[in-house]
C-alpha cells in the first residue's frame, strides 16, 4: 500500500503495553504513568485480528513495543497469534532486555524472528542511574541470550546523550567490532520525559560517525541487515557487526518511512509525532465488520503526513509520549 507521498507502508509497530519495569530519565517520570486498566487496553485477540486486516492492506512487518512489551502477560500467546498471519513474513520485539532471558526460548519457539534492545550505557552505575532502577548485568545476559538463540540480526538500540554517555561511542563500536552485534545510534529527541530533554545535549549522527572514523575504516552497504528501517548502517572493517545511524533530528528520514503505528488503547498513528489518531478501539467494540476496519487503516494511510516537525518540541499539544505511543 503506498501513500500519497509514494512510500510502501509495509510496517506496523504496535504497542502491546504503556507500562515498564524501569523509569529512564529520559522517557518517564519516576513515579511513572496512570495504569490503563484492562478494559481500556486490546486484548490479544483484537490485536491479532487488526494485523490480519493490516495485512490486507500490505503490511508485512510487525514490531511489539511497549512500555515494557515483555510485561504484559501472554505475550507468547500474541506472537503466536501474529505467527499464523501468512502474509507477515517479519516479526519483531523491542525491549529492555531485563526480562528477556528467562523468556527467551519461549518467545523463540512462539515465532519471534528477532528483537532490538535498548540500552544506553555499558557502565554499571551509569545505567542504574538512567534506568533508575535496572540492573546492567540483566541486560547484557539477555543480549547473551539472544546471540546463543541466533536471533539475527541482534540490535542493540543507544539513545546518545551529551555529558552523559558520549564518551562511551568507541566502547560501543568496539563491541560491535568484536561481537555479531549491531550498534544503532541515535540522535535524542523531545519524545518522553521533557524536564530531562535539552537541544544542546543532542550529538549527531555525523559528529558520531566521524568519532568512529578515527579507529575503524566503516564500510557502507557491506552487510544486508534485515529490518533495518531508519538506520543507514556500516560495517566496521575487520569486525563481525556493525554500527549504524538514526538521525532523526539532523537528517529525517521521513521520505522514506515506511511504517504506522498502533497504540495499546488502539488509536492508530501514521507518525510518532503526528497527534492525529483513529480509534480502532471503538470500531471493534461496536461491531465493525473486517472491510470497516480495513478502511480506517486506508484513511490512517492516505493522512501519513510528508515530516514530522520534531525540531521544534514535542509541542503542549501532543499529550501523549513516546512510551505511550509505542518505541
Known amino acids: 500500500m503506498f501513500d500519497t507521498m509514494g512510500r510502501n507502508i509495509n510496517y506496523l509497530r504496535i504497542s502491546i503495553t504503556d507500562r515498564c519495569n524501569l523509569r529512564c530519565r529520559y522517557c518517564m517520570p519516576l513515579e511513572g504513568v496512570e495504569k490503563l486498566g484492562h478494559d481500556r487496553i486490546l486484548s490479544l485477540e483484537e490485536i491479532a485480528r487488526l494485523v490480519r486486516v493490516a495485512a490486507q492492506v500490505g503490511i508485512r512487518k510487525v514490531r511489539l513495543t511497549g512500555g515494557e512489551p515483555l510485561i504484559r502477560k501472554n505475550i507468547s500467546q500474541l506472537i503466536g497469534y501474529i505467527r499464523e498471519i501468512p502474509e507477515i513474513d517479519d516479526l519483531a520485539l523491542t525491549t529492555n532486555g531485563t526480562l528477556f532471558a528467562d523468556m527467551a526460548e519461549e518467545l523463540w519457539g512462539a515465532g519471534l524472528d528477532r528483537i532490538n534492545f535498548s540500552l544506553d550505557t555499558l557502565v554499571a552505575e551509569k545505567y542504574k542511574y538512567i534506568t533508575r532502577?535496572?540492573?546492567?548485568?540483566?541486560a547484557t545476559r539477555a543480549i547473551n541470550k539472544a546471540l546463543e538463540l541466533k536471533m539475527e540480526p541482534v540490535k542493540i538500540n543507544t539513545v546518545l546523550i551529551k555529558g552523559f554517555n558520549d564518551n562511551e561511542v568507541m566502547d560501543f563500536a568496539d563491541l560491535a567490532y568484536n561481537r555479531p552485534l549491531h550498534i544503532r545510534f541515535i540522535e535524542f529527541m523531545?519524545?518522553?520525559?521533557?524536564?530531562f530533554w535539552n537541544r544542546e545535549n543532542i550529538i549527531s549522527s555525523s559528529e558520531t560517525m566521524n568519532l568512529i572514523k578515527r579507529k575503524y575504516k566503516l564500510i557502507e552497504g557491506g552487510k544486508t541487515i534485515k529490518g533495518s528501517?531508519?538506520?543507514?548502517?556500516?560495517?566496521?572493517e575487520g569486525g563481525q557487526g556493525s554500527v549504524g545511524f538514526i538521525s532523526p533530528m539532523s537528517n529525517h528520514f521521513c521520505g522514506e518511512c515506511n511504517r504506522i503505528r498502533m497504540t495499546a488503547e488502539g488509536k492508530l498513528r501514521g507518525c510518532l509525532y503526528d497527534k492525529t489518531e483513529t480509534d480502532l478501539k471503538v470500531a471493534l467494540r461496536t461491531g465493525a465488520k473486517d472491510e470497516d476496519l480495513r478502511q480506517i487503516f486506508l484513511k490512517t494511510i492516505n493522512a501519513k503526513p510528508d515530516k514530522h516537525?520534531?525540531?521544534?518540541?514535542?509541542?503542549?499539544?501532543?499529550?501523549?509520549k513516546m512510551y505511550q505511543i509505542g518505541g
Open 309 to 320: 516537525n520534531m525540531n521544534s518540541g514535542w509541542g503542549a499539544e501532543n499529550h501523549r
Open 133 to 138: 532502577q535496572g540492573r546492567l548485568e540483566d
Open 229 to 236: 528501517g531508519p538506520a543507514k548502517y556500516y560495517t566496521l
Open 190 to 195: 523531545p519524545i518522553g520525559d521533557l524536564k
